[in-house]
């Protein structure tokens, strides 16, 4: 493991390259072109791939050394990742709130050493909400630490959870999607107090990093959506496993997450298994 003011100089020039997309995402938030990726509801923009590019660089310039994982630039089979130090980052998580202007797009910029997450900077530029942290360090809000939330009670009946439909819109890995939300929301079942989908998976971490929601669940996304989340969740005592049953350990590029809010390690434990008593299947990717 690198060292801690090593580190900590990461995390405060991965800030500083935030708000510098921030002002580009911002500005061109609702005013942008498309094209489809893997369907019609898989999008990418110009400015997806003009922020990737400018982070990357400047990334290279000042980190000659450290390997670089970006969406934009990532090829499927053939880009890993290694133990090595390596920065992991969504330019726009988010993609279909930006081209809407809905006010949920952010920079995601992660930083892993052994295939570990050990800082994470997102920033919503159209709230203004900077999160950043470095493991072991305490995770802040525009400054200002974030509580551990290891005394505050949680179960599931009385949980909001962040939940993404993904846009895989048929065959199995949608049914498993929708009969496990249909399961979380019905009286018999889960009975959960609602469910929100804000359309980018950093933001629903930094939500739950903050205990305004209790969990999210999903697969699907990748690597960089999740990446710097995870130091933050982590950093206010949340868990991080498997989003399908009986898996407890996860790693960054699973691809199956449950997140869940720091609480008394009991509640987590048990908030777990009758959370995956509702996933109706195994999500394969
Ligand atoms: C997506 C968003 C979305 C999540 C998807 C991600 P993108 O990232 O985070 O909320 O459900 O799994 O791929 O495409 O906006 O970078
Ligand atoms: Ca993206």
Not at 76 to 88: Q, R
């Amino acid at each position: 493991m690198l060292q801690v003011a090593e580190l900590t100089e990461i995390k405060d020039f991965l800030v500083g390259l935030a708000e510098e997309a921030g002002v580009i995402i911002s500005g061109k938030s609702g005013k942008e072109k498309f094209d489809d990726k893997k369907n019609s509801v898989d999008l990418v923009t110009a400015i997806d791939k003009l922020v990737e590019s400018i982070v990357s660089e400047k990334i290279s310039a000042k980190y000659p050394n450290y390997l670089f994982i970006g969406e934009e630039t990532y090829v499927e089979g053939s880009t890993k990742l290694t133990d090595a130090p390596t920065f992991i980052v969504d330019p726009i998580d988010g993609t279909t709130n930006f081209i809407h202007n809905f006010p949920y797009s952010c920079i995601s910029l992660g930083f892993s050493v052994n295939k570990e997450p050990a800082v994470g900077v997102i920033y919503n530029p159209h709230l203004k909400l900077m999160f950043s942290a470095v493991a072991g360090q305490g995770a802040y809000l525009n400054g200002t630490l974030l509580p551990k939330l290891t005394e505050k009670p949680l179960t599931l009946q009385g949980s909001i959870i962040a939940l993404e439909s993904g846009s895989d819109r048929d065959g199995e890995l949608f049914d498993i999607k929708m009969e496990t939300f249909r399961s979380l929301l019905d009286k018999n079942h889960g009975f959960i107090h609602g469910f929100r989908s804000f359309g980018s998976a950093a933001m629903n971490i930094c939500h739950v990093a903050t205990g305004q929601l209790d969990s999210y669940w999903e697969g699907g996304c990748q690597m960089w959506d999740v990446c710097a989340g995870w130091v933050i969740l982590k950093e206010t005592g949340g868990l991080i496993v498997s989003g399908n049953r009986d898996k407890w350990e996860n790693s960054i590029d699973s691809r199956v997450y449950l997140f869940v809010r720091g609480a008394p390690q009991q509640d987590q434990t048990t908030f777990v298994k009758q959370f995956w008593n509702n996933v109706k299947g195994e999500l394969k990717y």
